[in-house]
């Protein structure tokens, strides 16, 4: 079975002894207990194999190893309508029961496609989506904006051991908009390396 084909829990209705066939079945074979277990047996065994192989089964291809000579409770069963002349479920009720259960796992499937490609067109990488650059998107969590150079001067332990040159290319790295801030913290280097 592939998972387009069966499901491997069926829908069923806890009233299915309250059926009305069920009940005209056992005013037939009362007070023979036994025949109407096998024949309900045979009855269930077919209506989940056919859910499990998502087509509708014969009783002989339902059958469990355990029941010997399913003839009789397959005849009760086409008499009381729960199987038809095939014995199998049903048209009617399977179209009711697998076929309703079959467009709803399809909808849900072709909901689960649309939600994943609107996501996919949502975090798609794009010149526009990416501040005109390509590669990997923007993480929408992180500011859009850099953050600013921190306002308390570096000391003089910071700088110690690096050139004015290496400060300066330093300088050019953070610099942009904070140029004036840079150049203030440049010149104070400058000063501590005369020293």
Known sequence: MTRDEG???ADTSTSH????KVKAMWRVLAPDSDAMNKAMVMHEAVRLASWRDGKRLTAVDACPVWVKDPGAAVAHLQAAGLLDEEARI?????????GAAKRRRE????????????????????PESNGGHAG???DSRTPSVRPSVPTVRPSPRASAGRTTGQMTRIGEVIGGEHDESVAAGLALLREADRR
Not at 17 to 20: M, P, V
């Open 17 to 20: 002894h309250d059926d009305a």
């Open 90 to 98: 049903p048209r009617s009720t399977w179209s009711q029961w697998f």
């Open 136 to 138: 990997h998107p923007q």
């Open 107 to 126: 909808k849900s499937r072709a909901d689960w496609r649309r939600r994943k490609e609107e996501q996919r067109s949502r975090t798609k990488v794009t």
């Open 7 to 9: 499901f491997a829990i």
